[in-house]
């Protein structure tokens, strides 16, 4: 009988082991499903950086083609630091079972790199799924939009035209020395101001202002101003709304 018990429970360990070996390839499989059907990098790898399997896209980035990198250990084939610095981090996921998220730069191009431990029936860490997002196109157009407002602070810094730039709740948020000298007041002062502050009459150009609101523009427009010694300023008022990608209007020139 207690040679039947033990046999019993070899059998049921087996078992245990055959189920959570199951689930490990059905996980696997998953992965490389997973791996087919998406649009970003990926890659599964082993512990040691050796290619289990990955998509087009990840190939594309190296080079290759993907059938001649399985079998291939990626740090053989990235450059040499950033070989160096990603085999860390494997080493780091490796030792803490934890995912990490990066981003690094490849031969010109910017990556967002996230990387997930797969545990095995162990719970050990034997394959890494990797994940890399291409954000070169994001990242510049990132550049180009921080350029362009850069562009257009010096020209309102140094256009001798009068510049005021308000928020969709008319307080200041920029001005000029121009505008400055029109008013009297500094820089620093009519940042603590608002529209209404400064409009000889407010309500006579409320409804300019629900226009511009509503993203439209104003045309020599002539109306008045309070100069900071109580002059009253007459003015020709030519306004744009800028929106943001929603179409809501963020700002008035």
């Known amino acids: 009988l207690r040679a039947y018990r033990i046999l019993m429970e070899i059998e049921a360990y087996r078992q245990q082991l055959d189920a959570q070996n199951e689930r490990v390839k059905e996980r696997e499989l998953q992965l490389r499903t997973l791996l087919d059907t998406a649009t970003d990098i990926a890659a599964l790898v082993k512990a040691d950086g050796t290619f289990i399997a990955l998509n087009d896209a990840m190939a594309n980035s190296l080079g290759q083609k993907k059938d001649e990198l399985i079998g291939k250990n990626a740090f053989d084939i990235l450059p040499s630091q950033i070989a160096r610095s990603r085999k860390q981090r494997l080493m780091e996921i490796v030792k803490t079972g934890k995912s990490q998220q990066w981003d690094d730069e490849r031969n010109g191009k910017y990556f967002e790199n996230t990387v997930y431990p797969i545990l095995d029936a162990n719970n050990e860490v034997k394959q890494i799924a990797i994940f890399a997002r291409d954000v070169t196109a994001h990242l510049t157009a990132q550049s180009a939009v921080k350029q362009s407002e850069q562009n257009l602070k010096r020209l309102i810094q140094f256009t001798p035209t009068i510049v005021y730039v308000f928020d969709d709740k008319m307080n200041f948020i920029d001005t000029n020395p121009a505008g400055e000298k029109l008013l009297g007041y500094p820089r620093e002062s009519l940042l603590k101001m608002s529209i209404n502050d400064i409009d000889y009459d407010p309500e006579f150009v409320k409804p300019k202002h629900e226009q511009l ?7 020599n427009y002539e109306h008045k101003l309070k100069h900071k010694d109580g002059r009253i300023i007459t003015v020709l008022n030519n ?11 963020t ?3």
């Open 239 to 249: 306004s744009i709304s800028q929106m943001n990608d929603a179409g809501k209007v």
């Open 213 to 219: 609101n509503r993203g439209e523009a104003i045309i």
């Open 251 to 253: 700002n008035w020139y």
